[in-house]
Protein backbone atom coordinates (compact mmCIF):
# COMPACT_ATOMS: atom_id res chain seq x y z
CA UNK A 1 0.00 0.00 0.00
CA UNK A 2 1.13 3.57 -0.56
CA UNK A 3 1.68 4.21 2.81
CA UNK A 4 4.14 1.51 3.64
CA UNK A 5 6.96 4.10 2.17
CA UNK A 6 5.91 6.89 4.06
CA UNK A 7 7.18 4.68 7.86
CA UNK A 8 10.29 6.56 8.68
CA UNK A 9 9.32 9.81 7.72
CA UNK A 10 5.91 9.59 9.88
CA UNK A 11 8.18 7.74 12.53
CA UNK A 12 10.36 10.60 12.78
CA UNK A 13 8.04 13.63 11.91
CA UNK A 14 5.60 12.38 14.99
CA UNK A 15 8.26 12.19 17.50
CA UNK A 16 9.56 15.62 16.33
CA UNK A 17 6.02 16.52 16.74
CA UNK A 18 6.43 15.37 20.29
CA UNK A 19 9.85 16.81 21.10
CA UNK A 20 8.71 20.22 19.45
CA UNK A 21 5.59 20.55 22.32
CA UNK A 22 2.68 19.23 20.14
CA UNK A 23 3.15 22.50 17.53
CA UNK A 24 3.53 20.59 14.28
CA UNK A 25 0.27 21.62 11.45
CA UNK A 26 -0.47 19.49 9.26
CA UNK A 27 1.92 19.06 6.05
CA UNK A 28 1.94 17.76 2.33
CA UNK A 29 3.05 14.37 2.90
CA UNK A 30 5.87 14.71 0.70
CA UNK A 31 8.16 16.60 3.74
CA UNK A 32 11.48 15.91 4.08
CA UNK A 33 12.29 14.32 7.52
CA UNK A 34 15.12 16.37 7.26
CA UNK A 35 12.63 19.26 7.91
CA UNK A 36 10.84 17.92 10.51
CA UNK A 37 13.77 17.30 12.23
CA UNK A 38 15.35 20.89 11.79
CA UNK A 39 11.92 22.19 12.95
CA UNK A 40 12.44 19.69 16.30
CA UNK A 41 16.04 21.04 16.87
CA UNK A 42 14.89 24.62 16.65
CA UNK A 43 12.40 24.32 19.59
CA UNK A 44 12.77 24.47 23.19
CA UNK A 45 14.56 21.74 24.44
CA UNK A 46 13.06 18.28 25.34
CA UNK A 47 12.84 18.97 28.69
CA UNK A 48 10.49 22.46 28.61
CA UNK A 49 8.63 20.39 26.82
CA UNK A 50 5.35 19.56 29.11
CA UNK A 51 4.11 16.60 26.91
CA UNK A 52 7.16 15.14 26.19
CA UNK A 53 8.05 15.53 29.89
CA UNK A 54 4.38 13.97 31.10
CA UNK A 55 5.52 10.85 29.00
CA UNK A 56 8.52 10.47 30.31
CA UNK A 57 7.52 10.69 34.41
CA UNK A 58 4.83 8.53 33.73
CA UNK A 59 7.05 5.81 31.56
CA UNK A 60 3.78 5.26 28.93
CA UNK A 61 2.83 6.95 25.87
CA UNK A 62 -0.91 6.68 25.91
CA UNK A 63 -2.00 6.64 22.31
CA UNK A 64 -6.08 6.55 21.59
CA UNK A 65 -7.63 4.63 18.80
CA UNK A 66 -10.56 3.13 17.66
CA UNK A 67 -10.10 -0.58 16.87
CA UNK A 68 -12.84 -1.01 13.81
CA UNK A 69 -10.82 0.48 11.03
CA UNK A 70 -8.67 -1.73 9.40
CA UNK A 71 -5.96 -1.84 7.91
CA UNK A 72 -5.29 1.14 10.23
CA UNK A 73 -6.52 -0.53 13.77
CA UNK A 74 -8.49 -3.77 14.14
CA UNK A 75 -8.46 -6.35 16.99
CA UNK A 76 -7.22 -10.31 16.97
CA UNK A 77 -7.21 -12.51 19.11
CA UNK A 78 -3.44 -13.70 20.58
CA UNK A 79 -3.10 -15.99 23.24
CA UNK A 80 -6.82 -15.60 24.19
CA UNK A 81 -6.56 -12.26 24.68
CA UNK A 82 -7.94 -8.93 22.21
CA UNK A 83 -5.14 -6.85 20.70
CA UNK A 84 -5.21 -4.25 18.54
CA UNK A 85 -2.86 -4.29 15.50
CA UNK A 86 -2.68 -2.18 12.04
CA UNK A 87 -0.47 0.36 10.96
CA UNK A 88 -1.49 2.65 13.64
CA UNK A 89 -0.21 0.59 15.72
CA UNK A 90 2.74 -0.24 14.27
CA UNK A 91 3.66 3.67 14.77
CA UNK A 92 2.68 3.80 18.18
CA UNK A 93 5.16 0.69 19.03
CA UNK A 94 8.20 2.70 17.12
CA UNK A 95 7.21 5.99 18.89
CA UNK A 96 7.30 4.72 22.44
CA UNK A 97 10.40 2.78 21.36
CA UNK A 98 12.07 5.87 20.41
CA UNK A 99 10.73 7.31 22.85
CA UNK A 100 12.01 4.85 25.13
CA UNK A 101 9.09 4.18 27.07
CA UNK A 102 5.94 1.54 27.51
CA UNK A 103 3.18 2.02 25.26
CA UNK A 104 -0.85 1.70 26.33
CA UNK A 105 -3.50 1.81 23.84
CA UNK A 106 -6.68 3.04 24.72
CA UNK A 107 -9.32 1.53 22.84
CA UNK A 108 -12.89 4.13 22.46
CA UNK A 109 -15.54 5.12 20.24
CA UNK A 110 -14.08 7.08 17.33
CA UNK A 111 -16.43 10.20 18.85
CA UNK A 112 -14.86 10.12 22.10
CA UNK A 113 -11.12 10.54 20.79
CA UNK A 114 -10.68 14.16 20.51
CA UNK A 115 -12.44 14.56 23.64
CA UNK A 116 -10.19 12.59 25.57
CA UNK A 117 -7.35 13.93 24.14
CA UNK A 118 -8.43 17.36 25.97
CA UNK A 119 -9.28 16.63 28.64
CA UNK A 120 -5.68 14.45 29.09
CA UNK A 121 -6.90 10.86 29.12
CA UNK A 122 -4.47 10.23 26.51
CA UNK A 123 -1.12 11.62 25.03
CA UNK A 124 -1.72 10.99 21.11
CA UNK A 125 -4.44 9.54 18.66
CA UNK A 126 -3.20 7.57 16.20
CA UNK A 127 -6.78 6.33 14.24
CA UNK A 128 -6.98 6.90 10.85
CA UNK A 129 -7.92 10.43 11.64
CA UNK A 130 -8.54 12.90 8.85
CA UNK A 131 -6.93 16.44 9.30
CA UNK A 132 -9.89 18.51 9.02
CA UNK A 133 -9.44 21.72 9.04
CA UNK A 134 -12.40 22.07 12.02
CA UNK A 135 -10.52 19.43 13.65
CA UNK A 136 -7.23 21.46 13.51
CA UNK A 137 -8.76 24.08 15.59
CA UNK A 138 -8.79 21.98 18.47
CA UNK A 139 -5.71 19.85 18.20
CA UNK A 140 -2.23 19.68 16.42
CA UNK A 141 -1.80 17.36 13.48
CA UNK A 142 1.76 15.74 12.26
CA UNK A 143 2.71 15.46 8.98
CA UNK A 144 0.08 13.59 6.83
CA UNK A 145 0.72 10.06 6.38
CA UNK A 146 -1.79 8.71 4.09
CA UNK A 147 -3.98 10.28 1.48
CA UNK A 148 -7.23 8.07 -0.04
CA UNK A 149 -10.10 8.58 -1.66
CA UNK A 150 -14.05 7.43 -0.42
CA UNK A 151 -15.95 4.02 -1.30
CA UNK A 152 -18.88 2.25 -0.71
CA UNK A 153 -18.95 -1.22 0.87
CA UNK A 154 -21.87 -2.85 -0.81
CA UNK A 155 -23.70 -6.12 -0.86
CA UNK A 156 -22.31 -8.49 -3.63
CA UNK A 157 -25.44 -9.54 -4.46
CA UNK A 158 -26.73 -6.04 -4.96
CA UNK A 159 -23.90 -5.41 -7.27
CA UNK A 160 -26.18 -5.25 -10.43
CA UNK A 161 -28.32 -2.48 -9.15
CA UNK A 162 -25.96 -0.19 -7.35
CA UNK A 163 -23.11 -0.07 -10.09
CA UNK A 164 -22.13 3.28 -9.02
CA UNK A 165 -22.21 5.76 -6.41
CA UNK A 166 -25.35 7.97 -8.50
CA UNK A 167 -27.32 5.12 -6.93
CA UNK A 168 -26.82 7.13 -3.54
CA UNK A 169 -27.21 10.38 -5.26
CA UNK A 170 -30.57 9.44 -6.16
CA UNK A 171 -31.74 7.80 -2.76
CA UNK A 172 -30.67 4.51 -0.73
CA UNK A 173 -29.87 3.77 2.57
CA UNK A 174 -26.34 4.78 4.25
CA UNK A 175 -24.33 3.96 6.85
CA UNK A 176 -21.52 6.10 8.50
CA UNK A 177 -19.45 5.68 12.02
CA UNK A 178 -20.24 8.49 14.36
CA UNK A 179 -18.04 11.59 14.04
CA UNK A 180 -16.14 10.48 11.46
CA UNK A 181 -15.39 12.94 7.78
CA UNK A 182 -17.66 10.57 6.16
CA UNK A 183 -20.58 11.48 8.15
CA UNK A 184 -19.60 15.36 7.05
CA UNK A 185 -19.63 13.62 3.48
CA UNK A 186 -23.01 12.09 2.88
CA UNK A 187 -24.72 15.07 4.07
CA UNK A 188 -22.72 17.26 1.57
CA UNK A 189 -22.91 14.79 -1.65
CA UNK A 190 -25.48 12.33 -0.94
CA UNK A 191 -28.57 14.75 0.62
CA UNK A 192 -31.19 12.34 -1.08
CA UNK A 193 -30.23 8.86 0.97
CA UNK A 194 -31.22 8.30 4.10
CA UNK A 195 -28.44 8.26 6.84
CA UNK A 196 -27.97 6.27 9.62
CA UNK A 197 -24.98 6.66 12.11
CA UNK A 198 -23.35 4.02 13.75
CA UNK A 199 -20.74 4.04 16.60
CA UNK A 200 -18.21 2.08 15.09
CA UNK A 201 -17.83 0.44 11.63
CA UNK A 202 -18.51 -2.82 12.39
CA UNK A 203 -21.93 -1.71 13.47
CA UNK A 204 -22.21 -0.47 9.99
CA UNK A 205 -20.62 -3.80 8.33
CA UNK A 206 -23.59 -5.52 10.26
CA UNK A 207 -26.03 -3.50 9.35
CA UNK A 208 -25.08 -3.65 5.90
CA UNK A 209 -25.32 -7.48 6.19
CA UNK A 210 -28.16 -7.47 7.66
CA UNK A 211 -29.90 -5.72 5.19
CA UNK A 212 -30.46 -2.51 6.91
CA UNK A 213 -28.57 -0.27 4.98
CA UNK A 214 -27.47 -0.24 1.31
CA UNK A 215 -24.06 0.84 1.56
CA UNK A 216 -21.43 1.72 3.61
CA UNK A 217 -19.29 4.67 3.30
CA UNK A 218 -15.45 4.40 3.93
CA UNK A 219 -11.87 5.71 3.30
CA UNK A 220 -11.08 3.50 0.10
CA UNK A 221 -8.49 1.77 2.04
CA UNK A 222 -10.54 0.48 4.83
CA UNK A 223 -13.55 -0.41 2.16
CA UNK A 224 -10.82 -2.98 0.46
CA UNK A 225 -10.16 -4.34 3.97
CA UNK A 226 -13.59 -5.13 5.16
CA UNK A 227 -15.00 -6.24 1.39
CA UNK A 228 -11.50 -8.90 1.60
CA UNK A 229 -12.69 -10.57 5.16
CA UNK A 230 -16.32 -10.85 3.84
CA UNK A 231 -16.82 -12.44 0.56
CA UNK A 232 -20.18 -11.32 0.54
CA UNK A 233 -19.09 -7.62 -0.10
CA UNK A 234 -17.94 -5.52 -2.88
CA UNK A 235 -16.47 -2.03 -3.10
CA UNK A 236 -17.58 0.58 -5.52
CA UNK A 237 -15.93 4.27 -5.83
CA UNK A 238 -17.33 7.11 -4.51
CA UNK A 239 -16.63 9.92 -7.16
CA UNK A 240 -16.42 13.00 -4.98
CA UNK A 241 -15.24 16.17 -6.06
CA UNK A 242 -12.75 17.13 -3.18
CA UNK A 243 -9.18 16.85 -2.35
CA UNK A 244 -8.59 14.71 0.71
CA UNK A 245 -6.45 16.49 3.30
CA UNK A 246 -5.17 13.09 4.79
CA UNK A 247 -4.56 11.43 7.85
CA UNK A 248 -2.66 12.79 10.69
CA UNK A 249 -1.54 12.16 14.39
CA UNK A 250 -3.53 14.03 16.74
CA UNK A 251 -2.10 15.80 19.75
CA UNK A 252 -3.44 18.25 22.35
CA UNK A 253 -3.38 21.75 20.88
CA UNK A 254 -1.23 23.28 24.31
CA UNK A 255 0.39 21.04 26.04
CA UNK A 256 0.12 20.60 29.42
CA UNK A 257 1.64 18.43 32.51
CA UNK A 258 -1.43 15.18 33.01
Do not use: H
Amino acid sequence: MKYIKQFSLVLMTLVAVLFAGGSGQAQASETSSSSAASSASSTASVGEDQLYQAIQDRGVLRVGTNSTYAPFEFSILKDGENQVVGVDMFLAEKIADDMGVDLEIVDMEFSNLLTALDTGQIDIVLAGMTATEERAESVDFSDIYQVSGQSFVIQESKATDIQDDTYFKDGGKISVGEGTTQQILVGDYYPNAEVQVMRTTTDSISALNSDLVDGVLLDEDVAGAYAAENPNLTVIEANLPIQDPGKAAALPKINRPY
